[in-house]
């Protein structure tokens, strides 16, 4: 079963650091890889998506594909406090299927 | 722009009882979503639907059924509460499958 796994559990980072967040697929035959964001209280949305190995940045957020090693990270940079949340990876695998891993749950502290 | 609509926004129920929840979307997507979501897990695919009257099963698909009578409107169906079950699911849609699933707020389940 194909399944993606996210680390850390939790991060805590200071206001304007560089916040990394890290993805694993089991299998590699996924299409994209997808960062979705859920404050509080929410739904998630999503930030980006990676389908070509190497970085792809929108504005304070680079996402980063390795597919050899099926990684993929997310780095966002001078982190807000709005930044706190729950950050999922997900990946697509079949048509419209997507695979979500278990969270990284982010607090920026002032 | 668009927006996710989900009915009620909180659920509470009994053992065993039937509970139907509702999602509405104006995007006009032709693909939506259920997922539940618990704490300290990431979101699980329970059924989805590619056009109206479409219905595949995702992997938790047992203990629920879904109906998609038309294009803006996605029901799922609880068909036998378990106590003490606590979840929220969420609702998403997307213009085609692979493209980016914008969520509904979400309704919270508790059962009694």
């Known amino acids: 079963q194909q399944k993606v796994q996210q680390s850390p559990e939790s991060l805590s980072v200071p206001e304007g650091g560089m916040a990394s967040l890290n993805c694993t697929s089991s299998?590699?035959?996924?299409?994209y890889f997808w960062w979705y964001r859920q404050h509080s209280g929410e739904g998630p949305k999503a930030l980006m998506?990676?389908?070509?190995?190497g970085d792809k940045k929108e504005g304070r957020f680079t996402a980063h594909l390795n597919k050899a090693s099926l990684h993929v990270s997310l780095h966002i940079r001078d982190s807000q406090p709005s930044d706190s949340a729950l950050y999922f990876c997900?990946?697509?695998?079949?048509?419209?299927?997507?695979?979500f891993g278990q969270g990284t749950k982010l607090s920026i502290k002032p | 722009g668009g927006i996710i609509t989900q009915t009620p926004k909180f659920l509470i129920g009994q053992e065993g009882q039937k509970l139907t929840l509702k999602c509405q979307q104006n995007?006009?997507?032709?693909?939506m979503y259920w997922y539940r979501q618990d704490s300290g897990k990431g979101l699980r695919l329970i059924y989805y639907?590619?056009?109206?009257?479409?219905?595949q099963k995702g992997d938790l698909s047992e203990g629920y059924d879904a109906s998609r009578e038309k294009k803006s409107s996605f029901s799922l169906t609880v068909t036998s509460a378990q106590k003490n079950e606590m979840a929220v699911f969420l609702c998403?849609?997307?213009?085609?499958?692979?493209?980016?699933?914008?969520f509904g707020p979400g309704t919270r389940l508790l059962v009694l």
């Open positions: 998403a849609s997307s213009r085609q499958d692979q493209d980016t699933q914008y």
């Open positions: 639907s590619i056009t109206e009257n479409d219905l």
């Open positions: 995007f006009n997507h032709d693909t």
């Open positions: 997900a990946a697509n695998y079949n048509q419209g299927k997507l695979i």
């Open positions: 299998d590699r035959n996924f299409q």
């Open positions: 998506s990676i389908f070509s190995d």
